[in-house]
């Protein structure tokens, strides 16, 4: 999953090249349009390295090649299935809170980092078309969040195949001992790599279809901020005199959604 596509991106990166004209933060102060800058580089960086950190995920749901053997693993599979559920929760429910430090960089609603929830914002007079768009990527990760939640507060795991346990005692002793044969709540014979692959295609299909839909929000969200950006930036740069950084409007229209040149 790609994490610099979007041209509003590469075109804070390209402005934040001034910080090599800097060896502290306060003389950076001194010029309100590379402070902006270089302030705004610095959240976008840690969404985007947060985007980015999924596709660990996917490489974990889609081994290649898939172990012939889990014992040459320390985990076993269904160990396996429960550490790429708590990876991929972790990782694609934080993205929106790296996405709110974002907002509250862009807008300057300066608010600390631990206190910046849309709640927060919202009070910050944060306006209203970027404030429902964040509500709505809230919203539709509503399911993932709860389960987020359950299992970092309340340590419950998700259950991967209709008879969990087995699959988690059988996997343990086929991937970790001498092997367990028999037969399951439901009188099935064991099958621990059907049940492993029940698992994943659980997780897999999740994935899938929050990342595609975390791409489209995404893309919305940094089409909205670059308005703002823009807006602000402008009138810091023309009013500079320092020389060290320059910068005209980019066409916003003709330019969004493309890699940068």
Not at 80 to 109: G, H, K, P, Q
Not at 145 to 153: D, G, L, S, T
């Amino acid at each position: 999953m790609a994490s610099d596509k979007h041209s509003f991106i590469g075109r804070v990166h390209d402005l934040s090249i001034v910080s090599l004209n800097f060896d502290s933060s306060d003389k950076v102060a001194q010029y309100l349009d590379c402070k902006y800058v270089i302030d705004i580089n610095y959240w976008l960086t840690g969404l985007a390295r947060r985007v980015e950190s999924l596709n660990m995920v996917g490489d974990m749901l889609w081994l290649d090649p898939v172990p012939k053997n889990f014992r040459d693993l320390a985990l076993t599979r269904y160990q396996w299935l429960t550490v790429i559920t708590d990876v991929f929760l972790m990782r694609y429910i934080s993205v929106i809170d790296c996405a709110l430090l974002l907002v509250n960089e862009v807008y300057r609603l300066g608010l600390p980092p631990k206190k910046c929830t849309l709640h927060n914002l919202k009070k910050k007079a944060l306006p209203d078309a970027i404030a429902d768009h964040l509500e709505l990527i809230i919203d539709e990760q509503e399911v993932l969040r709860n389960e987020r939640n359950n299992r970092i507060h309340h340590g419950e795991e998700r259950e991967f195949t209709d008879d969990d346990q087995t699959f988690k005692t059988t996997s343990l002793f086929n991937d970790k001992f001498h092997g367990m044969k028999g037969k399951d709540r439901y009188g099935r014979r064991i099958n621990v790599d059907r049940s492993f692959k029940e698992g994943l295609v659980s997780i897999q299909r999740d994935f899938n279809r929050s990342t595609r839909l975390l791409k489209k929000q995404l893309d919305n969200l940094y089409d909205l901020l670059w308005e703002e950006f823009e807006d602000h930036f402008g009138p810091l740069v023309a009013a500079a005199t320092h020389g060290l950084n320059a910068g005209v409007r980019r066409n916003i229209t003709s330019a969004t959604r493309n890699p940068a040149s």
